[in-house]
């Protein structure tokens, strides 16, 4: 078989240490491999990196094992080529599973072509996806402490949950921090309600009728300290995610024109209502970016039980919680109708699936254009099937032996 990289290295990587091959032409005939194994403290990637530039290695090669591989591509992609391999892709080795075994055949297997490379995307958009995958997870803890507090208070028998819309909104934050400094008149308690909610005063008084104790206050207090920590983190990373996204300024502006991926635009990190409409969460826009970098957004079906295939999991969490808001919407517009029809025909999860997908590749087509993104109309999808409708009852009526003549109604 024809050799294509003459000198090449196969790397099997592991948390605590590499297993490199180098394979370089023989001093006669035929191809020559070298083995060594190195720890991951970055002294050793150093002499790793040496090593492989003392035998003229040009590209090297490794499986994306966890997170482990990173500090390996960081140390070789300035002096070398370094291609990414999905373990999936590669054939599994014949005979007893070393690490030896598994870097000579990555070797193998490179010197010949037969590896296809994962995308890896530039340093700064390694970095700005790290900061929107935080905040995923930030996101996460969040909504396991508000679960945490929301089942101690149906211990005490508090249902504030059945009346308020969240236990982290103004209102609702306040009456708990009242019921923890020991406050127990549920009357006081309703009166604190805020704007909207304090048409909910007498279901709120009944509400905060309970059995909440020192016990429950003190578990109240432990959770929600734990919730301001998580959303002060949420509030310092927006504000260093946004500096991040200078270099992108234009193109998060065109996401940004994408209604699933409108910023905030004056409500606070947790999500606020403006009049008019639900605010989607800003992230959206940077988490397309920090995908796969501004210009190489690429579009394909997304995964799992709901109808996907296996795809980016942070980035599909955040175009389904866009698509989510989008059914949330007052003003009508085209992805809204869309979740709306789908919603009824297939069911929430897969209706949000399908606009997360539009809302997807609608940014691929956004930003390969570089124009804003102009908004089908509420009423697209409707005319799009009365017109196809139309079109099958003509077609019916001519092979049937008549000559249809349409003529719109005024």
């Known amino acids: 078989m024809e050799v294509l990289y003459d000198r090449v290295a196969g790397l099997d990587v592991g948390k605590a240490s590499v297993t490199v091959c180098v394979r370089t032409p023989g001093a006669r005939r035929g191809r020559h491999g070298e083995t060594r194994t190195f720890k991951t403290t970055t002294g050793s990637l150093g002499v790793m990196r040496d090593w492989l530039l003392e035998h003229g290695v040009t590209i090297a090669a490794m499986e994306s094992t966890s997170t482990c591989w990173k500090p390996i591509l960081y140390s070789l992609e300035e002096v070398m080529e370094v291609w990414l391999l999905n373990a999936a892709h590669m054939k599994a080795v014949p005979g007893r599973k070393t690490d030896v075994r598994d870097a000579e055949w990555i070797a193998q297997l490179l010197e010949h072509g037969l590896l296809k490379p994962s995308f890896v995307p530039p340093l700064q958009i390694r970095r700005l996806r790290m900061m929107t995958r935080n905040r995923v997870q930030l996101q996460g803890d969040r909504t396991r402490e508000t679960v945490r507090l929301e089942l101690m208070l ?63 206050a003190q578990l109240a207090r432990s959770i929600l300290d734990r919730l301001d920590r998580v959303e002060r983190a949420m509030v310092e990373l927006d504000a260093v995610t946004e500096s991040a996204c200078v270099p992108w300024a234009h193109e998060l502006e065109l996401l940004q024109t994408i209604l699933g991926c409108r910023g ?8 606020g209502h403006r009049r008019g409409h639900v605010e989607v969460p800003h992230r959206a826009a940077p988490g397309v970016v920090g995908r796969s970098g501004a210009g190489d957004v690429r579009v394909g079906r997304q995964a799992d039980t709901a109808g996907r295939r296996r795809g980016n999991k942070w980035l599909s969490a955040m175009l389904v919680e866009a698509a989510g808001s989008m059914g949330r919407m007052r003003e009508k517009n085209y992805l809204a109708v869309q979740h709306a029809l789908l919603t009824r025909r297939r069911g929430m999860s897969r209706a949000q699936v399908a606009v997360a997908h539009s809302i997807l590749t609608t940014s691929y087509h956004v930003l390969k254009r570089d ?17 196809a409708h139309t079109r099958r009852l003509v077609a019916q009526l001519e092979k049937l032996g008549h000559r249809v003549v349409i003529d719109p109604a005024a």
């Open 154 to 216: 149906e211990d005490a028998s508090i249902k504030l949950s059945t009346v308020a819309s969240s236990l982290t909104t103004v209102s609702a934050r306040a009456m708990l921090g009242a019921m923890v400094d020991g406050e127990t008149d549920a009357r006081v308690l309703a009166e604190m309600a805020k704007c909207r909610m304090r048409r909910k005063i007498p279901d709120l008084a009944q509400a905060l009728e309970g059995h909440f104790d020192a016990h429950h």
């Open 264 to 271: 905030p635009g004056g409500a606070d990190h947790r999500g």
């Open 371 to 387: 124009e804003p993104y102009r908004d089908l109309g509420p009423d697209w999808l409707a005319k799009r099937n009365q017109e």
